[in-house]
Each structure stands twice: as C-alpha cells, then as structure tokens.
T-cell receptor, first 112, second 112 residues
Framework: DAKTTQPTSMDCAEGRAANLPCNHS???????VYWYRQIHSQGPQYIIH???NNETNEMASLIITEDRKSSTLILPHATLRDTAVYYC?????????????FGSGTRLQVQP | DAGVTQSPTHLIKTRGQQVTLRCSPK?????VSWYQQALGQGPQFIFQ???????QRGNFPDRFSGHQFPNYSSELNVNALLLGDSALYLC???????????FGSGTRLTVV
C-alpha cells in the first residue's frame, strides 16, 4: 500500500495560515500527491494535487519539496469551516481510475 | 448539477441480513468506487466499477458485491451482515480522464 505520514491533530487560529505537513519519503516518480478533506458527517472533498511543482487553487496551496519526500498543504486564511480531517495520499497518475488509499489523516481544529 | 447521490442516508439491519446500498454518480462520470469508513478511521477502498464490470477490489470478503448499470449508477450489496460491517459507506464517482473523485455524503449502516 502507498503510505504517507501525517500528524494526528493540529490547531490553528482563525484567520491565520494552516500548514499541514505530510511525509511520503518512498514516493515513486509517477506518483502524485493528493489532498482531500472530510468535514464531519460529509464525504471527502478533493482539495488539490501535484507531482513536483508547487500548485495553487482557490482552496489551498501545495508545496512539494524538491526531493518529493514531503509536502505541505497551506490554507492561507483558515476559517471555522476549515475544521476537518485532512488526508494526504499518494496516487499513480497514469489513469483516472486508480483507487485512493486513505490513511488516518490530520484532524485540524480551527479556533475562534 | 447534482453531485453524487446515495440512498438511503441511514439504515439499521440485523446480523445475518442482507443490505443493498445505491449510488448515482455525478453527471458525466462513468466510474464508481465504493469505500467503507469505520468510526474514527479513514475510508477503505472496497471496489470500483466501470463499463459495468468490477475492475479493482480492495481487501474485502466476497460477502461484499456490487453492480453497475448502463446508466452508470451502482449498487453495493453486503450479505450475512456482521456487527463489524457497521460503518459509513461512501460512493465516489469520476470520469476516466480526470484524476479527482467526487464523493457522496454516504450511507450510515448500523448492524445490530
């Protein structure tokens, strides 16, 4: 199984940047890094993915180290609605039909 | 445009019974995957369907079976229910060319 390592939980103050780390030291050259989040009682929601370049979209930024062994998801201005479990995953990018392998994720609590 | 729709939202069954869960994928998506999420855990991949056939399968016994219909909707069947089958069952859909999945809100199954 493709494995990643994330902290179990993190806190962040509302309005501040939330930086969620992920270790994927054995990632292969054709594997992307994916981030999903799951707000309580909802299905997981896609956030962002990347291969080796940094990526940004309307939700977040993804910073991948040059050696690709780790990455950081950045929520630039966290709100209370960003409280969720955040999952970092590795996934081969050669097909849109490859399953996702979820770990335990990081529980982010945004504090008022 | 409706996203992924799952039914029912909640279900209570007795040990030994059989259950069928249903999923309608997002419009334009032809691939459906099913995940099981136990309380406090990340989702675990059960299987994936496209072109009306099971294409990938996770580490689940054959009590778990599925079907995909010509309109791309899907069913998950679980026979001989065990107490340990109590979980949130998530359906995710994707088009073949896109690496992202869209998840439904899930069906909460309780086995008593």
């Amino acid at each position: 199984d493709a494995k990643t390592t994330q902290p179990t939980s993190m806190d962040c103050a509302e309005g501040r940047a939330a930086n969620l780390p992920c270790n994927h030291s054995t990632i292969s050259g054709n594997e992307y890094v994916y981030w999903y989040r799951q707000i309580h009682s909802q299905g997981p929601q896609y956030i962002i993915h990347g291969l080796k370049n940094n990526e940004t979209n309307e939700m977040a930024s993804l910073i991948i180290t040059e050696d690709r062994k780790s990455s950081t998801l950045i929520l630039p201005h966290a709100t209370l609605r960003d409280t969720a479990v955040y999952y970092c995953m590795r996934r081969r990018g050669d097909t849109g039909r490859r399953a996702l392998t979820f770990g335990s994720g990081t529980r982010l609590q945004v504090q008022p | 445009d409706a996203g992924v729709t799952q039914s029912p939202t909640h279900l209570i069954k007795t040990r030994g019974q059989q259950v069928t869960l249903r999923c309608s994928p997002k419009s334009g998506h032809d691939t459906v995957s099913w995940y099981q999420q136990a309380l406090g855990q990340g989702p675990q991949f059960i299987f994936q369907y496209y072109e009306e056939e099971e294409r990938q399968r996770g580490n689940f016994p054959d009590r778990f079976s599925g079907h995909q219909f010509p309109n791309y909707s899907s069913e998950l069947n679980v026979n001989a229910l065990l107490l340990g089958d109590s979980a949130l069952y998530l359906c995710a859909s994707s088009p073949s060319w896109d690496l992202g999945y869209t998840f439904g809100s899930g069906t909460r199954l309780t086995v008593v």
